[in-house]
């Protein structure tokens, strides 16, 4: 199983960016994708998730309304729609992927991780 986060870069305070992760060895729509991020010196934060099929999502309250993730199961691929963007976004984005949908919020949880993509909010 591999997943491969991409799409960051620097963006100006209260811009969009969309960032991608896409997936490849394994039943895609068996699993929940979830998205973390890491902010220099701090521990790795739950921003959101989407279900099996993309019919359910979940988000953190730091990023609800603000952010979107939605996912194409014929593409392999999870998106994360992030607008009205802060300087506090700024992080390494990773998406991970498990099977069941519980305990969403917590990374020991989860069985595979992609490789990041740095986003950077500029003031």
């Known amino acids: 199983v591999q997943l491969q986060a991409s799409g960051g870069g620097l963006v100006q305070a209260g811009g969009s960016l969309k960032v991608s992760c896409a997936a490849s060895?394994?039943?895609?729509?068996?699993?929940?994708i979830t998205w973390f991020r890491q902010a220099p010196g701090k521990e790795r934060e739950y921003v959101g998730a989407v279900s099996w099929s993309g019919g359910s999502t979940y988000y953190a309250d730091s990023v609800k309304g603000r952010f979107t993730i939605s996912r194409d199961n014929t593409k392999n691929t999870v998106y994360l729609q992030m607008n009205s963007l802060k300087p506090e976004d700024t992080a390494v984005y990773y998406c991970?992927?498990?099977?069941?949908?519980?305990?969403?919020?917590?990374?020991?949880?989860?069985?595979?991780w992609g490789q990041g993509t740095l986003v950077t909010v500029s003031s």
């Open positions: 060895g394994y039943t895609f729509n068996m699993y929940f």
């Open positions: 991970a992927a498990k099977s069941g949908g519980y305990y969403l919020d917590e990374t020991k949880t989860y069985d595979y």
